[in-house]
Structure formats: C-alpha cells, structure tokens
C-alpha cells in the first residue's frame, strides 16, 4: 500500500522542489511520511471547506497548488481560517502537499496547461531557468501562437475555455498572434512577454497602473482571473496521481471554486 512518502516521492518527479521559487513553501506541509494514502483529494487551494470534504470522504491525503502554510505562523488555533484547517487535517489524519511555483515552472505543469488549454501551439518557454535532461526548458512564463483574430474574438475563447464569469482587460491596438500566459499572479512579467515578441499576454491579479502600462506598450493584456487561470493543472495532476498510483481513489474537489463573482 502507497504511504505519503510514495506520493510526495512521485510529486518531485511532476514538480520538482528545486524549480521552485527562494520565497516559497511546497512540499509535506503537514501530516506523516509513513502514512498510508487510500483517498486523495485534489484542490487548488487547501481551504477549510476543502479539508471538511477530505476528512467527510475519508480521504488520508489532500494535494494542493497552494500551500495551507505560506507565510510564517506564531500560532495553530481556531481563530483563523488557517489554523481550523490545519487543526482539521491533524484532527483527522490527514496529510497535505502542495506544489506551489515548483508546478507553475515545471514542464507539464500550470503554465504549459495554461497554454495548452488556450490552444496555444508552438509553446516555448520565455526565458528559461533551466534545461531537463530529457531536453525540456523550465521556467514562469510559456507563449505560443494562434491563427490571427481580432482581441475580441480571442476574448471570447479565454472566457469560454477556461470558464470565467468575466474578464478585464486592456487593447494594445494589435490582432492575436502571438500570445504569452502566465497562471496567477504573473503580471511582473508583462516586458518579458513583449521581449518575446508577444502582442498579448493572459495572467490575473494585474494592477490599475499595470493594465496602462500595458496599453502604453502596445500589448494586449488580459486578466482572466487567478482561479481561472491555474485550476486547469488540477484535472491533469489528478490524472497523472491515478495513473501512477491505480490503487488509490484519486478525486478532485468537488466544492472549490472561485470566491471572486460578478455581478
């Protein structure tokens, strides 16, 4: 039978520690190695609603995007959010690993997913940070091509392929040609995408003065939500957890979504 540490094992293959960022957390977070894993739940954010659905599926094991701990923690009670969930998975036996800017530079990971779900071909890494053995770059941000459209018709296929409720965003005065992504907060990386070459760029959480800059540029920039953006990884790390591990009952979440509506 698999233990946590088979499963965390298994992860430094899909998203290797070493990918991630100096300021982030990934990893085992909370729970045992020595763990044996019959359910795992599968969530972009570890939420209490999250581990309330792990612990009522009696799943031993939830695998998130983000970290349930992110920043340093002084106490665990249950006066914060944070401190309930992590006193609910210890409650229950439950472990938690995420895989945080480690997915997101990965190869295969959120922004390859990202790229893929936007029909993006001719993907490339923009300023790779490294170079597997298998050949493959690693890094933030990917770009791609599409058959020239105009920023609106290309408007509607983000919106229905990653399934938001809205979009902001700026007309740099160009067709779609040549398209840059970068799940969640990727917005830093705006003259990155046009040293690239790249006329749009699709990210989330973009500032006020970020989406003028933009429009200065030239570059159209869209910001399609941070949950729109990175939850796609979501079904294919729970695919890549079943095929590994056919023993396990993997599952997504069947209760996260995004907390941000419009009106």
Not at 162 to 186: D, F, I, M, N, T
Request: include cysteine; glycine fraction near 10%.
């Amino acid at each position: 039978m698999a233990t946590v540490a088979d499963i965390l094992k298994y992860m430094e293959t899909v998203a290797p520690g070493r990918m991630k960022m100096d300021w982030d957390n990934v990893g085992l977070l909370c729970g045992s190695k020595s763990a044996t894993v019959t359910k795992i739940l599968v969530a972009l954010d570890p939420f209490e609603q999250v581990c309330q659905e792990a612990a009522d599926w009696g799943a031993e094991l939830i695998i998130t995007h983000h970290p349930i701990i992110f920043q340093a923690l002084k106490t665990v009670t249950d006066e914060t959010s944070i401190g309930r969930s992590i006193l609910h998975l210890c409650r229950h036996g439950i472990a938690a690993i995420n895989a945080h800017t480690n997915l997101d530079q990965a190869p295969g990971g959120v922004n390859d997913v990202l790229a893929r779900t936007l029909g993006l071909t001719d993907v490339q890494v923009i300023n790779a940070c490294g170079v597997e053995e298998d050949g493959n770059e690693w890094g933030l941000l990917r770009c791609g091509q599409v058959p020239e459209q105009s920023l609106d018709a290309f408007l509607g296929h983000v919106k229905a392929a990653l399934g938001c409720e809205g979009l902001r965003y700026v007309h740099g005065g160009r067709p779609v040609r040549k398209v840059a992504v970068g799940g969640g907060s990727c917005g830093g990386g705006m003259l990155d995408a046009l040293r690239a070459g790249c006329d749009t760029f699709v990210t989330a959480d973009i500032k006020y003065n970020q989406f003028w800059d933009a429009h200065d540029l030239g570059l159209n920039l869209i910001d399609a939500g941070h949950f729109a953006t990175e939850n796609p990884v979501i079904k294919v790390l729970a695919e890549k957890l079943q095929a590994k591990f056919s023993e396990i009952e993997v599952k997504i979440s069947e209760i996260h979504n995004d907390c941000m509506k419009f009106y």
